[in-house]
Structure formats: C-alpha cells, structure tokens
C-alpha cells in the first residue's frame, strides 16, 4: 500500500507500455478461466479524478468483485455513505479491506492513540460492510532501539486484537493486516521487511491478526518472494500486486507473477490477492489483462 501520489519512476516506465501490449490482448479461451482465489483492486491506483461511484463502476466493468479503500470516505456525511453502499450493491461490489489510519503500531507513546483510531474506524467499516484493516508501523522513532519498536508492534496489535477479538463485519471476523514498506518509498518507515513482519504477526498469535504480503515492496526490500510464500501462507491474509520497478502491471518488470499465482493456487491460497499497481494506459484494460493473467496461470 501506497499514499495517492505516484511512483517517481512512472514516467520512466512509459515506453513498458508498448512491450505489454502482449498482456492487453483478450483470448477467447480466457473468458471462463477464474483463478482459485478472490481478486481485488486498490482504489487508490485508478480514475482519482472521477467521482466514487463512477470509480467502483470502472472497476466492476474491468470484471472485479472486490475493491480496497484507503479512507477516502474520512469526511462522508451519512448520505455520502448511503450512496456508495448503493453503487456497490447495484454493481455487485464488495469493500475487502480499508486503511489509513492515523497512527502506526511502532510507537509505545502513541499506542493508546492508535486504538482509538481503530475503534474509530470500526463504524464506517460496519457501515460499507468491511471487514479488513490495514496496519502499518509508522515511522521508526528516535530514542528507541530496534527491538523496542519491534516490541511495541507487537503488544499494540496484541490489544487492538483484543479490540476486535470475535467481532464480524457481514458475517466475516474483523482482521488487522499488517503491512511493510519498502526503504526506496520511506527510508524512514520503521517494518520494512516482510520477514520481520511476519516474525510480528506469529509474536501476536491471534486469527484476527495477519500479514498482507505486498510482493511490490518485498521485491524492493528484500526479493526471495516465493520462499517466505510457502513457509508463512498459513498467516497471509492479503496479497497486493503490483511490478518492479515502476508499480505498474504484472509483465512489465522482473517479479515472475505467473509462478506466484501458481504457487498461491497450489498452497491453496484462499484469501484476496489484490492489483495496486499504476494502469501505464487504460486502466479498464489492464485490470483485464491482470485479471486474464492470474486466471490463465492458474487453470489447468
């Protein structure tokens, strides 16, 4: 997960568009292939300029069912939620999962903070029917040793666990994610590596809690993708895909998506793998072919 502004190297990446035509290109054998697992997309990544409803309207004609929030309804009125609960009824959508909040788990000082953003946020979750939280750890905190601010993710999510332990949301039990960002996107971001992450998640030890595996800042991070795929799936909870370097579409970099996407479907892999990665042309299209990718590579 990134904030709403663009990869520096976007523009640099604009001549990958040519090269990806291949990916944009519709066989008619794709039209029944559906991969084994629910896919998503970041709503952060597409059409800002265009009203809400009209956004989650271009994400149901790309073929999702999913779509992933980063608190874009903070200053809604209750009408303002009434509508968007209507547009995604009428288009057949489903929130996943949301972020945003304030405050990250790493600082003891402002744990107490942090929960009552969490317990803040429990209500517009409840009302756009979303049962998912993204979390990250904020910035690394001067004065603290590593394993201080290591300790501290860990006993914060222990008691936003607490929070929401045995709570549902449209009969799913409430999960915090935890999430990593990369040195290159926030030199300053204290979790940077989904090895550390995970370390945290399994400390915490609760269902509710889980790691989302953004396989676009472990790249950066750390590489190794698949390994730590398969030795800690049983605490993935969300995927977020998006290509290195750029954050643009599978295909356009080095990560090999095709043998990810096999590879969650031999793991069986049930939750939501979610696109968040910037459209280099039309974004209809390219969530097309993202989604004709994840579907082909894993059909027999």
Request: net charge negative.
């Amino acid at each position: 997960m990134t904030p709403l502004h663009l990869s520096r190297r976007r523009f640099a990446q604009a001549a990958a568009a040519v090269a990806a035509a291949p990916l944009l290109r519709t066989p008619a054998r794709a039209a029944a292939a559906v991969p084994p697992f629910p896919l998503s997309v970041m709503l952060w990544t597409v059409y800002g300029d265009l009203p809400f409803e009209e956004r989650l309207a271009r994400i149901a004609e790309a073929g999702y069912r999913n779509v992933e929030l980063v608190g874009e309804y903070k200053d809604w009125t209750a009408a303002d939620f009434d509508r968007a609960n209507a547009a995604r009824r009428r288009l057949g959508l489903h929130f996943d999962a949301t972020a945003g909040l304030p405050h990250g788990v790493g600082d003891p000082a402002t744990r107490t903070a942090f929960l009552d953003d969490l317990r803040a946020a429990l209500g517009p979750m409840q009302s756009l029917e979303c049962p998912a939280m993204i979390v990250l750890s904020g910035n690394t905190v001067e004065g603290l040793t590593h394993q201080q601010q290591h300790d501290a993710c860990i006993e914060t999510l222990r008691q936003a666990a607490r929070l929401v332990e045995g709570r549902t949301i449209a009969g799913e039990p409430v999960r915090l994610l935890l999430e990593c960002i990369d040195p290159e996107e926030n030199p300053h971001h204290y979790l940077q590596t989904a090895a550390e992450g995970i370390e945290i998640v399994r400390a915490v030890n609760h269902p509710q809690v889980q790691f989302l595996y953004d396989f676009f800042h472990e790249q950066i991070a750390a590489g190794n993708l698949i390994e730590k795929l398969e030795r800690n799936i049983d605490v993935i909870g969300l995927i977020h895909i998006a290509d290195v370097p750029g954050r643009h579409h599978p295909g356009t970099g080095e990560i090999n998506y095709a043998s990810i996407y096999r590879k969650l479907a031999d793991l069986h892999y049930r939750h939501i793998v979610a696109m968040e990665f910037v459209p280099l042309a039309d974004p209809v299209s390219e969530l097309r072919a993202a989604r004709q990718m994840a579907a082909e590579t894993t059909t027999p």
